[in-house]
T-cell receptor, first 114, second 113 residues
Framework: EDQVTQSPEALRLQEGESSSLNCSYT??????LFWYRQDPGKGPEFLFT???AGEEKEKERLKATLTKKESFLHITAPKPEDSATYLC???????????????FGKGTKLSVKP | EAGVAQSPRYKIIEKRQSVAFWCNPI?????LYWYQQILGQGPKLLIQ????????DSQLPKDRFSAERLKGVDSTLKIQPAKLEDSAVYLC???????????FGPGTRLTVL
């Protein structure tokens, strides 16, 4: 069964304190791994898609990396506005109706204090 | 470019009542998804449409949930009758094709009392 596990569940950082969020996955065949950011009361906002092991993507203070079993979201010198829940999702190589399905983890709630 | 629109944003109903949610996807997006997000969980797919046809509804509780996308654009998700465990945020997402990046709307927060 395809599965996504995110850790930690919650992370508190001081402004400027760099850290990483983990997303480990089990999938029959990975087509893509997605990172989303979700603010309270809002829908998930797309951040990155990674397709193959070794791939990296960057956006401002965020960098996402991918291996064959997990992905990391590195946050460098975070600011209070980076506080949000970060969701990881996998899309499996499938056939017919299951091609587009995203399987989400529970998310990591990040709080950055000034 | 306008994003995914959803309404209403909030809804409070009594159990056994019915409720409907509306979604308008990003213009030109053929694929539309409805997800259920329970507090503290990630979104879970309920149904996927490609144009006006259902591609996957394997996780939709069909005894009480129904959805349609009659003209291949807007979509409606209905719950009848609602149960307490249906309290959640209902998210609509759209993508250009079935394998492309999905963009989410703001969601509808449903509370069933």
């Amino acid at each position: 069964e395809d599965q996504v596990t995110q850790s930690p569940e919650a992370l508190r950082l001081q402004e400027g304190e760099s850290s990483s969020l983990n997303c480990s996955y089990t999938v029959s065949g990975l087509r893509g791994l997605f990172w989303y950011r979700q603010d309270p009361g809002k829908g998930p906002e797309f951040l990155f898609t990674l397709y193959s092991a070794g791939e990296e993507k960057e956006k401002e203070r965020l960098k996402a990396t991918l291996t064959k079993k997990e992905s990391f979201l590195h946050i460098t010198a975070p600011k209070p506005e980076d506080s949000a829940t970060y969701l990881c999702a996998v899309q499996a190589v499938g056939y017919g109706g299951s091609q587009g399905n995203l399987i989400f983890g529970k998310g990591t709630k990040l709080s950055v204090k000034p | 470019e306008a994003g995914v629109a959803q309404s209403p944003r909030y809804k409070i109903i009594e159990k056994r009542q019915s409720v409907a949610f509306w979604c308008n996807p990003i213009s030109g997006h053929a694929t539309l998804y409805w997800y259920q997000q329970i507090l503290g969980q990630g979104p879970k797919l309920l149904i996927q449409f490609q144009n006006n046809g259902v591609v996957d509804d394997s996780q939709l509780p069909k005894d009480r949930f129904s959805a349609e996308r009659l003209k291949g654009v807007d979509s409606t998700l209905k719950i009848q009758p609602a149960k307490l465990e249906d309290s959640a945020v209902y998210l609509c997402a759209s993508s250009f094709g079935g394998r492309d990046t999905q963009y989410f709307g703001p969601g509808t927060r449903l509370t069933v009392l």
